[in-house]
């Protein structure tokens, strides 16, 4: 078992491009499995049929476990399995018409214009701390990219001549988004101290003052911090400015496929999620112009 696992995870890094994350948390999901089946039942693996994937179904939500990391357990199971059957460890495939769980989707409301306003209004260009803290919201916000795509951002993904930054997104996809002209100033500014810090901190945009690289826990700590004086909002996250890019430039005429580009989407029902939200705002206007809201009415 152990050297199939091992085969699966060069399979996903090598041919499917995942993350390390992402791997960890495919061959967790599988170990789990096992684990549990392992102690429930000595089982080969092609004695493993739906009835014994449902009777761990079953056990995860008794272990209260929600229906969302449930079914993000069970795409890592699908993908393992998948890749036992085409590889012929197994004979049958045994999650044929399996249907996800049905889960509660909670509309999710960005911050609004207004409320970006104030977080970027203003910064100390002196200072290298603020400068940089500043310029994390200000590139989450107007280039749409991820927590890891930001901290992975490269001095050579900086095009002045022609405004834009390359950024490389899930399995190494590489998108070119525009820089707006108060991004460009401030990277400019950033990029004159953070030479003086380290030369070239292995190539890395974005460090930190003693040179090291961003982390995960820093940056959202950052935005919740940045936040929390602005907003009533309890989710404040990096993710949430990636909701509030793609709501406001729907909000202001772009249109789902230009979207999709920008934030690196492979399928346009990724993208669709925002029109949910756009929808609030749209629900406003209405409300605003429709005559029979109005106040002469």
Same mark, same amino acid.
């Not at 990219?145 to 992975?152: A, C, H």
């Not at 989407?265 to 112009?289: G, R």
């Given at each position: 078992?152990?050297?199939?696992?091992?085969?699966? $995870?060069?399979?996903?890094?090598? %041919?499917? +491009?995942?993350?390390?994350?992402?791997?960890?948390?495919?061959?967790?999901?599988?170990?789990?499995?096992?684990?549990?089946?392992?102690?429930? %039942?000595?089982?080969?693996?092609?004695?493993?049929?739906?009835?014994?994937?449902? /009777?761990?179904?079953?056990?995860? !939500?008794?272990?209260?476990?929600?229906?969302?990391?449930?079914? +993000?357990?069970?795409?890592?199971?699908?993908?393992?399995?998948?890749?036992?059957?085409?590889? &012929?460890?197994?004979?049958?495939?045994?999650?044929?018409?399996?249907? $996800?769980?049905?889960?509660?989707?909670?509309?999710?409301?960005?911050?609004?214009?207004?409320?970006?306003?104030?977080?970027? =209004?203003?910064?100390?260009?002196?200072?290298?701390?603020?400068?940089?803290?500043?310029?994390?919201?200000?590139?989450?916000? /107007?280039?749409?990219?991820? &927590? @890891?795509?930001?901290?992975?951002? +490269?001095?050579?993904?900086?095009?002045?001549?022609?405004? =834009?930054?390359?950024?490389?997104?899930?399995? =190494?996809?590489?998108?070119?988004?525009?820089?707006?002209?108060?991004?460009?100033?401030?990277?400019?500014?950033?990029?004159?101290?953070?030479?003086?810090?380290?030369?070239?901190?292995?190539?890395?945009?974005?460090?930190?003052?003693?040179?090291?690289?961003? =982390?995960?826990?820093?940056?959202?700590?950052?935005?919740?911090?940045?936040?929390?004086?602005?907003?009533?909002?309890?989710?404040? @996250?990096?993710?949430?400015? +990636?909701?509030?890019?793609?709501?406001?430039?729907?909000?202001?005429?772009?249109?789902?496929? !230009?979207?999709?580009?920008?934030?690196?989407? @492979? $399928?346009?029902? !990724?993208?669709?999620?925002?029109?949910? /939200?756009?929808?609030?705002?749209?629900?406003?206007?209405?409300?605003?112009?429709?005559?029979?809201? $109005?106040?002469?009415?």
């Amino acid at each position: 078992m152990e050297e199939i696992l091992k085969q699966y $995870s060069d399979y996903l890094i090598k %041919e499917k +491009r995942y993350s390390l994350k992402t791997l960890r948390a495919y061959t967790d999901d599988v170990n789990v499995f096992f684990d549990y089946v392992f102690k429930e %039942e000595k089982l080969l693996l092609n004695e493993i049929d739906y009835s014994v994937i449902r /009777t761990w179904v079953v056990f995860l !939500s008794e272990s209260n476990y929600s229906s969302l990391s449930i079914n +993000r357990k069970m795409s890592s199971l699908k993908s393992f399995f998948k890749y036992l059957y085409q590889n &012929k460890f197994i004979e049958e495939y045994p999650l044929t018409g399996h249907k $996800s769980l049905k889960v509660e989707k909670k509309l999710q409301i960005p911050f609004s214009e207004n409320e970006m306003k104030l977080v970027l =209004n203003e910064v100390d260009l002196e200072d290298y701390d603020q400068m940089l803290k500043f310029l994390v919201v200000a590139l989450f916000y /107007t280039l749409g990219i991820r &927590k @890891s795509e930001l901290i992975n951002l +490269r001095l050579k993904d900086v095009d002045f001549f022609s405004n =834009n930054i390359k950024v490389v997104g899930k399995r =190494n996809k590489e998108r070119v988004v525009p820089l707006v002209d108060e991004v460009q100033f401030l990277l400019k500014k950033y990029l004159a101290k953070r030479f003086l810090i380290a030369s070239e901190g292995e190539g890395l945009l974005m460090l930190l003052k003693n040179g090291n690289k961003l =982390n995960e826990t820093f940056v959202y700590r950052l935005i919740n911090n940045y936040f929390r004086g602005v907003t009533s909002k309890s989710k404040k @996250s990096p993710h949430m400015l +990636r909701h509030t890019f793609a709501t406001h430039m729907l909000n202001n005429g772009a249109d789902l496929n !230009s979207i999709k580009e920008l934030l690196g989407h @492979s $399928s346009l029902s !990724s993208t669709q999620i925002y029109t949910q /939200t756009s929808l609030v705002e749209l629900k406003k206007v209405y409300k605003n112009a429709h005559p029979r809201f $109005s106040d002469d009415e």
